[in-house]
Structure formats: C-alpha cells, structure tokens
Nanobody
Framework: QVQLVESGGDLVQPGGSLRLSCAAS????????MGWYRQAPGKQRELVARITSGGITNYADSVKGRFTIATSTAKNTVYLQMNSLRPEDTAVYYC?????????WGQGTQVTVSS
C-alpha cells in the first residue's frame, strides 16, 4: 500500500507555470508506474502524464511539449512541471500509483488557469 499527498495547485494566469508534487508514504523505487490525472468539471478523469519504474514516460497529446513528469527516489516524490498553462488545463489534478496492478490515488489538488 501507499498513501499519496499532492501539493502545488494554485490559481495562475494563462501562459504561467506551476509545479505539482506528489509525496508517497513509501519508497517509489519499486512502484510499477506513477502518474498524474486530471478531472475538469463535467468531464471524465483523464491521464496527463505517466512514468514507469524504468523511466519511460508518456503524455496526453494536449500537454506534450508543455508538461514534464519526473521523480525523485530520494524524496519519494513525483513532480509535474507545467508550463505555458492554458485555461483548458483547469482541473483537479490527481496523483496515481500502480502497485501490483492495483491503483492508488491522492486526494487531488486544484489548478485554475484564469486571467
């Protein structure tokens, strides 16, 4: 099992940047994959970015070139660097971990992109 705690959500203007953090309660070294999902009002939760234990990353087409996912095994933390933010990036962002085919979720952090 693992507990995940997100932080870093905020109100930001279009074109701005934010970095989200997800702190895990245990070593992430052996976690199969960690990722970020988001859910906007009235929409389904969608994958934003994912990184495997082997360092392979994949991104939603809508964020490619703007968002970067990275991990710190020393800090048991996964990050999402978000640049060139757009109003359509507004959503609750959730951290996800896959351990032995089971999904674990954080409580979410709100990102609002608005002028």
């Amino acid at each position: 099992q693992v507990q995940l705690v997100e932080s870093g959500g905020d109100l930001v203007q279009p074109g701005g940047s934010l970095r989200l953090s997800c702190a895990a309660s245990r070593s992430i070294f052996s976690i199969s994959a960690m990722g970020w999902y988001r859910q906007a009002p009235g929409k389904q939760r969608e994958l934003v970015a994912r990184i495997t234990s082997g360092g392979i990353t994949n991104y939603a087409d809508s964020v490619k070139g703007r968002f970067t996912i990275a991990t710190s095994t020393a800090k048991n933390t996964v990050y999402l660097q978000m640049n060139s933010l757009r109003p359509e990036d507004t959503a609750v962002y959730y951290c996800n971990a896959i351990i032995a085919t089971r999904d674990y979720w954080g409580q979410g952090t709100q990102v609002t992109v608005s002028s």
